[in-house]
């Protein structure tokens, strides 16, 4: 059974920088494309970032590219997003998901997933 846990949100001032993990564990992160959603009080969750099985691809929203780094060490099951410059719109519930099927990273949160994340905060405030 796949199981992820995110962990690292928190609060920061606006133009801070996070680091959010995505730990993996009943799948070899390897054969699994991981994608990072947020949802924000009142909205619908939005896809911002994915990372391929393969390592080929990698995937931004608009609204985070250039300023968000998704990236991935297999050897330790874990994939991380890099968050730069946050602005108080990036503040949501950030989730990692898991989808052995998405070699291209154009699954959407309508397609199947094997596993979701509890999701971690991240708050940007002054």
């Not at 996070?18 to 494309?33: D, I, Y």
């Not at 874990?78 to 990036?90: A, F, H």
């Not at 099927?101 to 154009?106: N, S």
């Amino acid at each position: 059974q796949v199981q992820l846990v995110e962990s690292g949100g928190g609060l920061v001032q606006p133009g801070g920088s996070l680091r959010l993990s995505c730990v993996a564990s009943g799948v070899t992160l390897s054969s699994t494309t991981i994608h990072w959603f947020r949802q924000a009080p009142g909205q619908e969750r939005e896809g911002i970032s994915c990372s391929s099985s393969n390592s080929i691809f990698t995937r931004y929203a608009t609204s985070v590219a250039g300023r968000f780094t998704i990236s991935r060490d297999n050897a330790k099951n874990t994939v991380y997003l890099q968050m730069s410059n946050l602005k108080p719109e990036d503040t949501a519930t950030y989730y990692c998901a898991a989808n052995h099927l998405d070699d291209f990273c154009q699954a959407n949160r309508t397609s199947h997933w094997d596993a979701w994340g509890q999701g971690t905060l991240v708050t940007v405030a002054s």
